[in-house]
């Protein structure tokens, strides 16, 4: 059976997180990760079996080197890294706990991808024999020219006839080079064929109000009438999109999360389960999870929306429950969550 090849382009950086819940101003070891949005879905794909492979900017030194080699250790193709520039970007973060935010420190100007440039990367050759292109608001919200590099590249994909993806992913401290999210993502996801953001990030990019997610238990049933009229705004401001995915969050404490998300295509609302998380061991990731989750439902099954749904809903859960930006689930262990009972038991 041909395995589908997804393309996935954003920036990686070095993660440091100071140890056991240790603020900055005390933490004299930091635990050293890589990630970042679209390479955790990169990586989730990988995970499943399909042909994942992930396109950005690295510098040609020993950092970017080790950074290369993990995603190569998940099966995640890396041979349209380009190598230039003098840095990899970095991310610190303080990991949240009981009624403590977390705090990310970006450190990611004038980065290798930072200062890439539309004419680096050769996308004909890159789509050659893809069958789907994903990017995130993250990799246009960087700078002017990386969000050229987006529109060059989903231009590319169009091409192509890919099916391209786009997870809204709203970071307000990325928005710095004088315009504003609601100003450059909407003209590229008019291109796009499937949407994913929360409900803030709609908001935040296009205006739309959604349903509060309110849940407190596993037993909270959504406004499936809300979510529907505003998947219907959505669609009729892209005509080209096929697939509007909301992903639900309630956070009743920094380690005790609620999840839950909609898909709605083909003029139908698809809802899945609420997924009652406590404790969370570490949120960063859990929205690519999703995401990845998603596409290789909608890529392994196509037609099959409620899979789809299921399968990036069980996978967002999971990830909660390891430390890092990455997914590390198989295709069985998330088809057991998503269709099973939620115990925790132990698999022996």
Same mark, same amino acid.
């Given at each position: 059976?041909? #395995?589908?090849?997804?393309?996935?382009?954003?920036?990686?950086?070095?993660?440091?997180?100071p140890?056991?819940?240790?603020?900055? %101003?005390? =933490?004299?070891l930091?635990?050293a990760?890589?990630?970042? =949005?679209?390479?955790?879905?990169?990586?989730?794909?990988?995970?499943?079996?399909?042909? @994942?492979?992930?396109?950005?900017?690295?510098?040609?030194?020993?950092? +970017?080197?080790?950074?290369?080699?993990?995603?190569?250790?998940?099966?995640?193709? #890396?041979?349209? /890294?380009r190598?230039?520039?003098?840095?990899?970007?970095?991310?610190?973060?303080?990991?949240?706990?009981?009624?403590?935010? @977390?705090?990310?420190?970006?450190?990611?100007?004038? @980065?290798?991808?930072?200062?890439? *440039?539309?004419? $680096?990367?050769?996308?004909?050759?890159?789509?050659?024999?893809?069958?789907?292109f994903?990017? =995130?608001?993250?990799?246009?919200?960087?700078?002017?020219?990386?969000?050229?590099?987006?529109?060059? +590249?989903?231009? +590319?994909?169009?091409?192509?006839?890919l099916?391209?993806?786009?997870? /809204?992913?709203?970071?307000? %401290?990325?928005? $710095?080079?004088?315009?504003?999210?609601?100003?450059v993502? !909407? !003209?590229?996801?008019? &291109?796009?064929?499937?949407?994913?953001g929360?409900?803030?990030?709609?908001?935040?990019?296009?205006?739309? &109000?959604?349903?509060?997610?309110?849940?407190?238990?596993?037993?909270?049933?959504?406004?499936?009438?809300?979510?529907?009229?505003?998947?219907?705004?959505?669609?009729a *401001?892209?005509?080209?999109? *096929?697939?509007?995915?909301?992903?639900?969050?309630?956070?009743?404490?920094a380690?005790?999360h609620?999840?839950?998300?909609?898909?709605?295509?083909?003029?139908?609302?698809?809802?899945?389960?609420?997924?009652? /998380?406590?404790?969370?061991?570490?949120?960063?990731?859990?929205?690519?999870?999703?995401?990845?989750?998603?596409?290789?439902g909608?890529?392994?099954?196509p037609?099959?929306? &409620?899979?789809?749904?299921?399968?990036?809903?069980?996978?967002?859960?999971?990830?909660? #429950?390891? !430390?890092?930006?990455? @997914?590390?689930f198989?295709?069985?262990?998330?088809? $057991?969550?998503?269709?099973?009972?939620?115990?925790?038991?132990? +698999?022996?």
């Amino acid at each position: 059976m041909h #395995t589908p090849k997804i393309v996935s382009f954003g920036e990686i950086m070095l993660r440091l997180t100071p140890s056991r819940y240790r603020r900055f %101003n005390q =933490s004299l070891l930091f635990e050293a990760g890589f990630g970042g =949005s679209e390479a955790n879905v990169a990586v989730s794909l990988a995970n499943y079996g399909l042909r @994942s492979e992930f396109v950005s900017c690295l510098p040609a030194n020993r950092i +970017a080197d080790a950074c290369i080699d993990d995603l190569r250790s998940f099966g995640v193709g #890396t041979s349209h /890294i380009r190598r230039d520039g003098n840095r990899i970007g970095l991310y610190y973060m303080e990991k949240t706990v009981a009624l403590r935010a @977390s705090t990310v420190v970006y450190d990611r100007a004038g @980065s290798s991808f930072d200062t890439l *440039r539309p004419g $680096q990367l050769d996308w004909e050759t890159i789509f050659r024999d893809a069958a789907w292109f994903h990017w =995130s608001g993250i990799a246009a919200a960087v700078s002017a020219s990386t969000a050229a590099v987006c529109a060059e +590249a989903i231009t +590319a994909a169009r091409r192509h006839g890919l099916t391209i993806s786009c997870d /809204i992913n709203y970071r307000k %401290n990325l928005w $710095q080079y004088g315009k504003s999210i609601d100003e450059v993502l !909407p !003209p590229l996801m008019e &291109q796009c064929d499937i949407l994913f953001g929360t409900e803030g990030e709609y908001d935040k990019a296009l205006g739309i &109000q959604f349903p509060k997610f309110e849940a407190q238990d596993a037993a909270y049933r959504l406004d499936a009438a809300g979510y529907e009229a505003a998947a219907v705004a959505v669609s009729a *401001r892209f005509p080209n999109c *096929r697939a509007v995915v909301f992903a639900l969050r309630n956070e009743l404490s920094a380690n005790h999360h609620l999840i839950s998300g909609t898909l709605y295509t083909d003029e139908k609302l698809h809802l899945t389960r609420v997924y009652d /998380i406590d404790r969370v061991v570490d949120c960063v990731g859990v929205g690519d999870a999703f995401v990845g989750g998603m596409i290789y439902g909608m890529a392994a099954r196509p037609g099959d929306a &409620q899979y789809a749904l299921d399968f990036g809903a069980a996978a967002c859960a999971l990830k909660n #429950t390891v !430390p890092g930006d990455y @997914s590390r689930f198989t295709t069985a262990e998330i088809e $057991q969550l998503a269709t099973g009972p939620v115990t925790g038991r132990i +698999a022996r």
